[in-house]
């Protein structure tokens, strides 16, 4: 019998706490998956932020470190300082890093920090009920933007791969989604191209993922897909934000 | 061995790098500035990394960061400072991850002021962040002391997997004495750390976390950390100076002490049996040397850059059988010897006059 398709070596077996529909699953997936293509997963070490995927430590099958809301870089700068040949990366939200880990990632960028972000941005606080975040879109109703938000009183969404593009220390900047198999697969591309420059020691590299949140955002599973295609692309536009070399990837 | 003129902060610089330590992050604040500059210097002489941080904020989650992965590491702020790298602390005690954090005190609230204080004593003895934790406090009173625990400060974090804090304060950064330096021991073993996040090579992965969702877990590690912080009690040191006899206890720390000790000599200059005990760990507090040092004593007074927090202790580790009185200066000022032996003559004649004080 020949196995087309098994759970990556760099996932346990636990079942994850994510609610249905929500795509946090295939973004650990394509980590996992990308971890155990370039035959990493035994120097790897991860951070878990505080927010919907702090538990990552229970589901990557590798060396972790769950950190205070926000200061995922801060400890992944303190790992990768120490161990410099390992394969170091942090996983976090848009409220962990847009909002009270702000300084962290860009300082991180802007030291040039060699490690590698995952970027789940679904426009909400998730773990705490649904919450305005940083990238919460204009008129996107929140519990605490219940009549939709209003620039007026809440501000403006904040582009983060944009702002980190402009860093020097930044080599690798992407925004990807996974709301389809097409643009899973490129989600993964970028993410593997993250990693591999993260091994070649040339610096800073984040991958910005847009992903879903059914639950809060009061949309079924299918809904919520074609929500991040219709509203959330055209305000987070997808693509390579910078890179080390020309084109595409 | 020769002694060399120092200042404390490079001082106990030097001898974070000679117990070991390779890793320091920082952000800058007066009164310990001295501390990174002089390791942004040395370490790199050693293999070290030395990284000025965003924050103080991003300082301590360095330092958790770096623990986690078995370094020896440190960092060093004061007051305000200590305040923010609070919310790392607490999440380094809670994944018991071993580290130093120094605190070169200054007067406080707020922004306070640049001048030597003793005014976080609470904060450092008594957890200072959230939930329930304590961190191993040594107050060092000379630089050559500072230097001589800087190496036993590690060994304790390692020991116990547990944060450990040098409470000193601006004078003690700031002035220079003669110290003699531990020698460099280029074979010095760090005990090993199996739980570090290393890369899971050849074994199942090590996670750093202070996350128990489940209370009946977080109350089994609650205990946990309480049956270790009672362990740490056998740690606790003290110092005496002329208690035998002494009707006249002196209680103090770190600089504040050093004013008293020579109180204790003008007094009994003036037919006066004062003594002095020292506290030398903060946390835990030397209950059983202090009683010892108070056994004869009708009076106690704490001399202390607070507003009245070591005294606290005192009266609680002292079980309340012994009057304790307060003697201090605050905001960056330092009490005299005329202050503490006024307060001695006072508290004398009162006795004399049978009074009860």
């Known amino acids: 019998m020949i196995t087309v398709f098994e759970r990556p070596k760099s996932l346990t077996s636990a079942k994850t706490h994510y609610c249905p529909g929500c795509t946090h699953g295939i973004i650990h997936r394509l980590v996992a998956e990308v971890i155990d293509e370039l035959g990493v997963r035994e120097k790897t070490i991860g951070v878990s932020p505080v927010g919907c995927s702090v538990l990552a430590y229970n589901y990557f099958n590798l060396d972790m470190q769950q950190a205070a809301h926000g200061r995922a870089p801060a400890v992944a700068t303190g790992i990768k300082r120490v161990n410099r040949d390992k394969v170091v990366f942090t996983y976090q939200g848009d409220g962990d890093l847009a909002s009270i880990g702000t300084a962290e990632i860009i300082h991180a960028a802007a030291r040039g920090e060699n490690f590698t972000t995952i970027f789940v941005n679904n426009a909400i606080y998730g773990m705490t009920g649904g919450q305005m975040a940083p990238t919460t879109l204009l008129e996107q109703v929140s519990q605490t933007s219940p009549q939709g938000r209003d620039p007026s009183l809440q501000g403006y969404p904040i582009r983060m791969s944009e702002m980190l593009a402009t860093i020097d220390g930044a080599v690798f900047i992407a925004r990807v989604s996974v709301h389809n198999p097409q643009e899973v697969s490129k989600a993964k591309k970028a993410i593997k191209k993250a990693f591999e420059l993260q091994q070649a020691g040339r610096g800073f590299t984040l991958i910005e993922v847009l992903s879903t949140c059914p639950t809060n955002w009061g949309l079924s599973p299918r809904e919520a897909l074609k929500w991040l295609a219709d509203k959330m692309i055209p305000v987070y536009p997808l693509g390579v934000k910078k890179t080390p070399e020309e084109g595409e990837i | ?357």
Request: contains cysteine.
């Open chain 2, 1 to 357: 061995m020769v002694k060399v003129l120092m200042k404390g902060n490079e001082a106990l610089a030097e001898a974070a790098v000679r117990a070991g330590c390779r890793y320091f992050f920082g952000y800058p604040i007066t009164p310990q500035n001295e501390i990174p500059h002089y390791l942004a210097k040395r370490l790199p002489e050693v293999g070290g990394v030395f990284v000025q941080a965003e924050s103080e904020i991003a300082a301590i989650n360095m330092v958790y960061g770096a623990a986690g992965s078995g370094a020896r590491v440190m960092t060093s702020s004061s007051g305000p400072g200590i305040s923010l790298k609070q919310e790392g602390i607490s999440y380094i005690a809670g994944a018991e991850l071993p580290c130093v954090i120094v605190n070169m005190q200054r007067g406080g609230p707020g922004l306070g002021g640049i001048q030597p204080a003793q005014s976080d004593y609470f904060q450092a003895v008594k957890g200072g962040g959230h939930g329930d934790y304590r961190l191993l406090v040594l107050a060092p009173a000379t630089i050559q002391e500072m230097v001589d625990l800087m190496g036993k400060a590690f060994d304790l974090a390692d020991e116990y997997r547990n944060p450990v804090m040098i409470l000193g304060d601006g004078i003690l950064g700031q002035m220079m004495e003669a110290v003699e330096l531990p020698s460099e021991d280029l074979s010095l073993k760090i005990p090993s750390k199996p739980w570090a996040t290393t890369g899971a090579k050849g074994r199942t992965p090590n996670i750093i976390n202070s996350l128990y969702l489940d209370p009946l877990e977080l109350e089994k590690h609650n205990l946990h950390l309480r049956n270790k912080y009672e362990q740490m009690r056998q740690e606790s040191m003290g110092e005496t100076y002329k208690t035998e006899d002494a009707e006249l206890v002196l209680v103090g720390y770190g600089s504040a002490a050093r004013v008293a000790k020579a109180v204790v000599d003008q007094g009994r200059a003036r037919g006066l049996k004062v003594g002095l005990f020292r506290p030398i760990t903060l946390f835990p507090f030397p209950k059983d040397d202090l009683q010892k040092a108070c056994r004869q004593a009708n009076d106690v007074i704490t001399v202390e850059m607070s507003l009245g927090q070591l005294i606290e202790d005192v009266r609680y580790n002292l079980e309340f059988k012994v009057p304790v009185h307060y003697c201090g200066r605050v905001g960056g000022m330092i009490p005299t010897t005329r202050d503490i032996l006024a307060k001695i003559e006072v508290l004398a004649n009162l006795q004399g006059e049978g009074e009860k004080v």
